[in-house]
């Protein structure tokens, strides 16, 4: 049917009102024009879906408007499915369309999850952040484009520009370098607590852009997501929280399906937003009763260094006793992964080799620890193997060429381990706050068995814990409580010959309990 001049006037004059409110409500624009996409929907049902934005998503998207406009950071998070990040899309497409200087940077830990098109072919591939635009943008009706649009020519990988305004919006995934060299309106960071990189990432941004916008579920491991959520390095941000309730799609019902799928710690964080499960099955739970707090380096007290190696990762743990009474004070601590040991020579004083990059915050820690006393070291018996370095060289060698002797006991089992550390942490052990102490106190409270709940009561055998982020800092610190006897409280007829060798090594330098 041909519509008349009349009708096609009226059908004219209405697209112009509808894109003129688009442009002026956000909240408008994404009722009425786009689209989601849930592949998981029962048979029968349309996966593609217009996007009807419940309450909770319209206060979403007036909030990132507004602290977009006013320059200020927003950490939202958020429960499992609850369309967060399809919500901050959308919002952000509107400010592409309609929004003047508006150059987006989004980003998440892998290159595929930002964007998996690969030359921006379309398709159902939402699961990136592009995907996710993609999908939006190519349901839009062709009047709501941007004068002189070209899909081929202005969308592609990682990077959608709006040829009539200039904006962009552009992609990356997590580096030590995120969003350097570009100034942005806003940078958004999708499931920041599982970002690798994520200290440097935020850091990073602080120079790019007057808005950053994380979005996320509770990591599994300690990161800069959840220092930054309960304000741990001072730094101030909006905090905004979406539970499952909000969700009308989600009932009674869907909670308790919720619950039997998932293990209880997924589904208190995945589900309920705790930052602060409950670990089943811990190896040491008497880490709760440690202090944390202001325990410095004590000038007149010999340090100790705990070390467990491994190119996965190596563990690093200052250690003093607290003379005062008695108790063992963890002063500070540093792990790094797939590093060569001569990696971490500068953090007791020694030149740093060009060869080798190190980050911002591995440059501070290297100030701070260089100007500790010479340590004695313990450590992991695997300091003796050569594969740590390379082919037909030994770590110990490697070690022993710039003067750190790393000693460990004879009797050195996960099973003695854990009683001797057991032992100590039931006396109670200092903590000396900081970030990279808060790391380890989390690794140790995250430590935990396979399957069964261990009991001190449990008659049965002991088996290993769980290989995981926490495993290095745990056995450092068992290492330590493992040799610690050896070289503090036992008599001289009881001391081991390699206790004796060390301390004569650190005297006729004049290391114990002198400052350099």
Known sequence: ??????????????????????????????????????????KGQSPHLRFRLFPFQKRLVREIVNCVRNGEDLFIEK???????????ATFLWMWLFEPAS???????????VDNRRGGTTGNKEESLFGKLDYMLSRLPPYILPEGFNRDKHFNYMSLINPA??????????????????????????????????????????????????????????????????????????????????DPRK??????????????????REIMVNWETSIAGRVYPEIESAA?????????????????????????????????NGKWRVVDCFESADKVIQWFFPLFGKPIDSKFQYSDDDLKAIHTFSQYQPAIHVGDPDVKKRSYVAKG???????????????????????????????????????????????????????????REETTQSTQP????????????????EYFFVNIEALTDLTQAKRPAWADQAKKWLTSRGGLGRRR
């Open 251 to 268: 009932n009674r019902a869907w909670l308790d399906d919720q619950r039997d799928r998932r293990s209880v710690e997924d589904f208190n």
């Open 1 to 42: 049917m041909q519509l008349s001049d009349n009708e096609m006037k009226r059908v004219q004059e209405t697209l112009k009102e509808m894109k003129k409110q688009a442009a002026d409500d956000p909240v408008y624009f994404i009722d009425t024009f786009c689209y989601t996409f849930n592949p998981k929907l029962p």
């Open 103 to 113: 150059n987006i940077l989004v980003g998440s830990r892998k290159e595929d999850y």
């Open 462 to 477: 002991i088996i290993l814990p769980i290989h995981d982020w926490s495993s290095h800092y745990r056995s450092s610190m």
């Open 79 to 89: 429960s499992r499915e609850t369309g967060v990040t399809y919500t901050v899309l």
């Open 165 to 246: 305004s200039g904006n962009v919006i552009s992609g990356e995934s997590s580096n030590a370098n995120f969003s350097r060299g570009g100034r942005f309106r806003v940078v958004f960071l999708d499931e920041f607590a599982f970002f690798d990189e994520g200290a440097a990432v935020w850091g990073a941004t602080a120079d790019t852009t007057n808005c950053r916008i994380v979005a996320t579920t509770p990591g599994i491991k300690p990161s800069k997501a959840k220092r930054l959520r309960f304000g741990k390095d001072g730094e101030k941000i909006k905090v905004v929280t979406i539970l499952y309730n909000e």
């Open 393 to 451: 060289i030994s770590t110990r060698g490697e070690m022993e060429k710039v003067g750190l002797i790393v000693q460990s006991a004879s009797k050195n089992d996960f099973a003695t381990r854990r009683e001797k550390t057991k032992i100590f942490l039931q006396k109670g052990i200092e903590v000396n706050a900081n970030a990279r102490t808060d790391y380890f106190m989390e690794a140790i409270k995250s430590a935990r068995y396979p399957l």
């Open 292 to 324: 944390y707090g202001d325990f410095p380096l004590l000038v007149n007290q010999q340090p100790y260094v705990s070390w467990d190696f491994g190119l996965d990762g190596t563990a690093i743990i200052f250690w003093q006793q607290n003379p005062a």
